[in-house]
């Protein structure tokens, strides 16, 4: 049973340019989350998703960021117009089950470091 | 407006001895669940361990076991029997239940020396 799957692992953009960070949950679920992480720092909430729909939002940036997961493949994280300040490690986590305590548990994937140069 | 706070930002131990880590929260909620992740060089964060608030009962993962005081919103991390393999960055997390987000600590940076 494969683990979430992020990519890429690396991902060098410019400034001014678009980054696009894809994230496959585990197998069975249907709850997909992204994180940031800074340098030192712990793990931020950006967005959480369900299959086609935003159900928190509250961590993402109000302009150049975007989130979706569709009905049909992996959860993608937009970023547009990059800056140096978005180079950071972006996680995704998935979480799914029937009973309630396999629904709050998040599994992680292991991350796209982003650099902006 | 859930806190976490992970107030040792170092820590190192001698292999085989045991390391315990603090964390303390600050919620208004009733229901919700904490954990343990550790995240190695590789940055892969990997799940440690896992409490539900409802349950006493301190939970316990093979060298890995909490103790969880909810009366003073405390989850410490205790490490047994350390190995090398434990160094790495370790975050406590909480999250409401059935209610999406985690919020993480600012991590402790753990250190076994051989």
């Known amino acids: 049973n494969a683990g979430v799957m992020q990519n890429p692992r690396h991902l060098v953009r410019r400034r001014g340019q678009e980054a696009r960070l894809r994230c496959s949950p585990m197998?069975?679920?249907?709850?997909v989350y992204w994180y940031r992480q800074l340098p030192e720092e712990g793990l931020k909430f950006m967005v959480y998703?369900?299959?086609?729909?935003?159900?928190?939002e509250s961590g993402m940036p109000k302009e150049r960021f975007s989130a979706e997961f569709p009905k049909e493949g992996p959860s993608i994280l937009r970023i547009q117009q990059v800056v140096r300040g978005d180079s950071a490690a972006y996680f995704c986590?998935?979480?799914?089950?029937?009973?309630?305590?396999?629904?709050?548990?998040?599994?992680f994937g292991a991350g796209t470091r982003l650099s902006v140069l | 407006a859930q806190t976490v706070t992970q107030s040792q930002p170092e820590m190192s131990v001698q292999e085989a001895e045991t390391v315990t880590l603090s964390c303390t929260y600050d919620?208004?909620?009733?229901?919700?669940?904490l954990f343990w992740y550790k995240q190695p060089p590789s940055r892969q964060m990997i799940l440690v361990i896992r409490?539900?608030?409802?349950?006493?009962q301190n939970a316990t993962e093979n060298r890995f076991s909490v103790n969880f005081q909810k009366a003073a919103k405390s989850f410490s991390l205790k490490i047994s029997d350390s190995q090398l393999g434990d160094t790495a960055m370790y975050f406590c997390?909480?999250?409401?239940?059935?209610?999406?987000?985690?919020?993480f600590g600012d991590g402790t940076t753990l250190t076994v020396k051989p």
């Open positions: 986590a998935s979480s799914g089950g029937t009973d309630s305590f396999a629904k709050n548990i998040q599994y």
């Open positions: 197998k069975g679920h249907s709850h």
């Open positions: 998703l369900q299959k086609e729909n935003i159900i928190d």
């Open positions: 919620t208004s909620e009733s229901n919700y669940y």
């Open positions: 409490q539900e608030a409802y349950k006493q």
């Open positions: 997390a909480f999250r409401v239940a059935n209610a999406g987000k985690s919020t």
